[in-house]
């Protein structure tokens, strides 16, 4: 099992208002995304279970690619995940930020 966190700050607010929301279902080949906005306006935070080792410096990249991609200042991540392949964290992780009224 391995757990990370992955920190940025942000020049933008995500918009919206909705205060969590979570996307996706912790099974094989998914991951589930959990949204909260509790942080401050221009902090983002994204927190990785995993039960696959050995991919953190790919997660960040995608993480990061995420950062670059959707304004998520104050919006912090919690991702428990079941095998996902690269391309459907991204999905999921603009499919949380949407629910959060900040997807583009």
């Known amino acids: 099992m391995e757990h990370f966190e992955v920190r940025a700050t942000l020049a933008r607010r995500a918009p919206g208002n909705r205060q969590q929301a979570v996307v996706g279902v912790n099974a094989s080949g998914n991951v589930e995304i959990l949204v909260e906005r509790t942080l401050s306006e221009t902090e983002t935070l994204v927190e990785v279970t995993t ?15 995420f950062f670059s991609r959707c304004p998520t200042g104050g919006l912090r991540f919690a991702i428990n995940d079941g095998g996902a392949k690269p391309d459907v964290v991204s999905l999921r992780l603009m499919q949380s930020a949407q629910q959060m009224g900040g997807g583009q």
């Open 51 to 65: 039960a696959i080792t050995g991919y953190r410096a790919l997660w960040q990249a995608v993480i990061e690619d």
